[in-house]
């Protein structure tokens, strides 16, 4: 282990990190989701809009479900 000139200095940690959700409050994106036409496609996103203001944590399941309501519609599609 090489040596070094300056003395080791102890690192005082008053705990851990906060949680980011816990420093920035979320805060609605404001993004305006525009009807597409088909009924299930914007059924599937309006779910999305659930997410404002929501923490990041809480988006997966949001997101899961929103991808899997987009895949049935798409294979909805194919059985036409």
Excluded: K, N
Excluded at 7 to 13: D, I, N, T, Y
Excluded at 27 to 51: K, N
Excluded at 64 to 73: I, N, S
């Amino acid at each position: 282990m090489p040596e070094t000139s300056e003395p080791l200095r102890s690192v005082r940690h008053a705990g851990p990190p906060a949680p980011l959700d816990a420093v920035l409050p979320a805060e609605p994106l404001g993004v305006e989701l525009l009807p597409t036409g088909h009924p299930g496609v914007d059924a599937g996103l309006a779910r999305l809009e659930a997410l404002d203001g929501v923490p990041a944590e809480a988006h997966v399941a949001v997101y899961e479900d929103v991808h899997q309501r987009l895949v049935d519609t798409l294979a909805a599609l194919d059985q036409e």
